[in-house]
Structures are given as structure tokens and as C-alpha cells.
């Protein structure tokens, strides 16, 4: 018995700014600040190989002066439209009903909500009454590989069920008007909004890449390197400058192993479904596994079409791989890094 991957779906924001349109918001929050940083923060933008970012708010909403209550409000009342939507557009894509899902997994960080997401899709969508439920919170960028994780074991567990992982985000709404620091500025810079849906299956019938194999690794001593530090104005982002150091460091252990242990070797990889975390940490995975002979060219792009969505990024750039023309028997590599520090992987093949 198999576990698949059955369909993969993204739903975006409404509101949406190009880079360029951004930086004249820039030059009123940092009235006041010295001109010289004020250029640098600019430049932070502008080099972020993100050329649009989409948000749960408009850019002044953004840019304002609100609470930690009025902006979580926000956060998850699109969280829900946002829900609804991706999962629809993900059931749609194989013709499934939403009672057909026996696991319901949503993922998410930016925010907090309880009852957590899950509730209300069950509700405003009438899923079984029996669904099982797991909201995963606390994970950062790593969940939506986690998801996966999650949800592959419990397929393996019960032949013939069907699960659905949602990640929603909201990075904006954890934006810090009053913090000049760099790693509220580079995550401004960095993060946007989004949703993405994965349907995963252990039915005979259903058809997709199979899980063949799912591995997580953890950090030593690297809990202080990212996360949020939860204060009465938000969730203020923790970014240590160390961080890409670090995953090359940890680079060999973290892929080889695993692969060993799968009977592979780098070489037999064809595809590589990495998370986008940001333009530093893609140009180190870039070179490691460009001295490898590979390329990460859809993770760039999908940090150049919407930015790094935390949860949600790799999943987004999974269904590019998911809506290619693959030949059968290949294999791919997911590959997340998150709070912790931890790095995910899970093994594919068509």
C-alpha cells in the first residue's frame, strides 16, 4: 500500500503590490531615520529577488498603527476565506467531495486561532463528522513539509483514506511598525501572504506521486537562530544572520544520509522541491546543489512570483512539479528549513 499525492492547489490575496510600488511606503515609515539607512533598507527590498508580494491588507493597512487584536482579527477572517477557497480549488482538480477527506491537517504561524481553522472548514463546508483533525501551529516555514510528514504516516496507517493538509499564512500581519531592526526589515522584505492545499491518499484507485520516504533532522543549540518572540504589539519575527552558515554546514548530512538510506544517491534525483526562505539562503542551496549538478530554478521563481509564504512557499512550488509532464519512475526532493532549527525532507517518486 501507497501513499500518493493526489492534487496540489494554491489561492492567493486580493491585494497585491509590485516591489516597485512598495518603496514609496517605505519613505514614510522610515521618516525620520537617517538617510544612509533609509537607502539600506531600500536596497534590502530591492535585492530581495521578490518582485511581488500579495497581503491579507492592503499596503497602508500595513503600514499603520494597529494592535496585535485588530491585525490577528484580520489574519483570521481571511484565514478562513482563504481556507475555503484553496480547498476547494484542490477537491475540484480530482473531482473528490469534501466528505471524501478522513484527515484534516492545517498548518499555520502568523497568527493565532482558536478554535483553529480546521473547525470552521469542517463547519462551513460540511465535512464528515468524523473527520480526524490535527492544527499544527509553531512549526514556522518547515509545516507544510511537516504537513506532509503528518499526513503520509496516518495514510500508512489506514488504507483507503484520503487527507488534506492546508497551509495558510500571513506574514504581513506580523509586520512590526515600530521595530527598525533588520530582521523586521528583511522580513517585510521577504514574506508575502498565501495559501496552498495538498490532497494526499493511501486509496488503490487514486493516482499521483507516491511518498516513498520522509525524514526529519534537528539543529543542535540552534533554537535562538528563528522563530517569533510573541510581544503586546505581535509576533515579532527572530532572524539570525547565521542561519545560512549554518544549512551549509549541515548541508551534506542533511541530504546524503537520507538518500542512503533510500538505496539513492544525489544523482538520482531529478527533481528538487526546496522552500524559499529568501534570497540568501536560495543562492547557498543554489551553489550546493549546483556543485551537485542540480538546479532549484522553480524555488526561484516561485520567491520571485509571491515571496516566501512561510508554511505554504513549498507547496507552491511543488505544484509546478505537480502540473508538469514527469516521466514515470522519477524521483523528487522536498527540502524545508524551520524554527528549531530543523530541516524536513520527503522523498517522491513518479
Known amino acids: ?42 536596497k534590502i527590498f530591492e535585492n530581495a529577488a521578490v518582485d511581488r508580494r500579495y497581503s491579507v491588507m492592503s499596503p497602508a493597512e500595513v503600514f499603520s498603527s494597529t494592535s ?65 483533525r490535527l492544527p499544527v501551529t509553531e512549526m514556522g516555514c518547515v509545516a507544510g513539509v511537516s504537513g506532509i510528514i503528518y499526513a503520509k504516516n496516518f495514510l500508512k496507517a489506514n488504507p483507503g483514506k484520503r487527507a488534506a493538509l492546508l497551509a495558510v499564512e500571513s506574514p504581513t500581519a506580523t509586520f512590526q511598525l515600530n521595530d527598525f531592526s533588520m530582521a523586521n526589515i528583511v522580513s517585510a ?5 498565501g495559501a496552498a492545499c495538498v490532497l494526499l491518499s493511501s486509496h488503490e484507485d487514486d493516482k499521483g506521486p507516491e511518498v516513498v520516504s520522509e525524514e526529519m533532522y534537528h539543529f543542535y543549540d540552534a533554537t535562538h537562530m528563528m522563530g517569533f518572540n510573541l510581544t503586546n504589539s505581535g509576533l515579532q519575527m527572530v532572524l539570525d544572520k547565521a542561519v545560512t552558515d549554518n544549512i551549509a ?13 533510500n538505496g539513492l544517491v544525489i544523482e538520482d534525483i531529478s527533481h528538487l522541491i526546496f522552500h524559499p526562505g529568501g534570497r540568501k539562503i536560495v543562492e547557498v542551496v543554489q551553489e550546493l546543489f549546483g556543485k551537485l549538478g542540480k538546479n532549484i530554478d522553480d524555488t526561484k521563481e516561485v520567491l520571485r512570483l509571491y515571496g516566501n509564504m512561510s508554511s505554504a512557499t513549498v507547496l507552491y512550488v511543488l505544484e509546478r512539479f505537480m502540473d508538469k509532464p514527469l516521466n514515470e519512475g522519477e524521483y523528487g526532493l522536498m527540502l524545508s528549513f524551520g524554527p528549531g532549527f530543523t530541516a524536513q525532507r520527503v522523498l517522491l517518486q513518479w
Open 68 to 132: 496585535f487584536e485588530d491585525k490577528n482579527a484580520i489574519y483570521s477572517r481571511e484565514c478562513i476565506k482563504l481556507g475555503e477557497d484553496v480547498l476547494t480549488k484542490a477537491l475540484a482538480k480530482v473531482n473528490w467531495q469534501t466528505t471524501d477527506i478522513d484527515y484534516l491537517i492545517t498548518v499555520s504561524c502568523t497568527g493565532i486561532m482558536i478554535p483553529s481553522l480546521d473547525a470552521y472548514l469542517i463547519n462551513s463546508m460540511q465535512m464528515k463528522q468524523d473527520v480526524v
Open 249 to 261: 554546514e549541515h548541508f551534506p548530512a542533511i541530504i546524503h544520509p537520507f538518500l542512503k538510506k
Open 189 to 193: 522584505a521577504i514574506f508575502g501572504d
Open 1 to 42: 500500500m501507497s501513499v500518493k499525492i493526489a492534487a496540489v492547489a494554491k489561492s492567493l490575496p486580493e491585494n497585491w503590490r509590485d516591489t516597485n510600488d512598495i518603496l514609496p511606503f517605505l519613505d514614510t515609515w522610515l521618516e525620520g531615520q537617517e538617510s544612509r539607512f533609509q537607502r539600506k533598507v531600500k
